[in-house]
């Protein structure tokens, strides 16, 4: 995927987006960098900590009808040693603590030396 295309999700996320986009910067002094809408190979993730190879997908709607291409396209990050969390949108508003407690979790589980989750 282009960067400009990247570029132009990144100015147009949506409000789930910019909601969780909001704890997730609000965190990044405790160590862990995210990016938004980051390209990696031929997809765009909405999320990713590269230190700890952790991506941060949020669903809508549209991906009810989208599971098998959502399967294939985590299937291919993980095979690169990502570890892809995915929420639907309404989790972002109707529960962002369970949201940020599962990623704050596995950001822990993902520690060690090449980040890799061996210990």
Request: with cysteine; aromatic share 12%; hydrophobic share 40%.
């Amino acid at each position: 995927m282009s960067r400009d295309f990247a570029r132009q999700l990144r100015k147009n996320m949506t409000e789930a987006e910019r909601r969780l986009w909001y704890h997730l910067k609000l965190r990044q002094s405790d160590g862990k960098k995210f990016r938004k809408q980051a390209p990696i190979g031929i997809y765009i993730v909405d999320f990713v900590c590269f230190e700890a190879k952790l991506i941060i997908e949020l669903d809508g709607g549209q991906h009810a009808a989208r599971i098998e291409e959502d399967e294939v396209r985590t299937a291919w990050l993980e095979s690169r040693g990502f570890r892809v969390l995915r929420f639907w949108n309404f989790h972002v508003f109707e529960d962002i603590e369970m949201v940020l407690e599962t990623i704050w979790i596995a950001l822990q589980q993902r520690r060690g030396p090449d980040a890799s989750g061996t210990k």
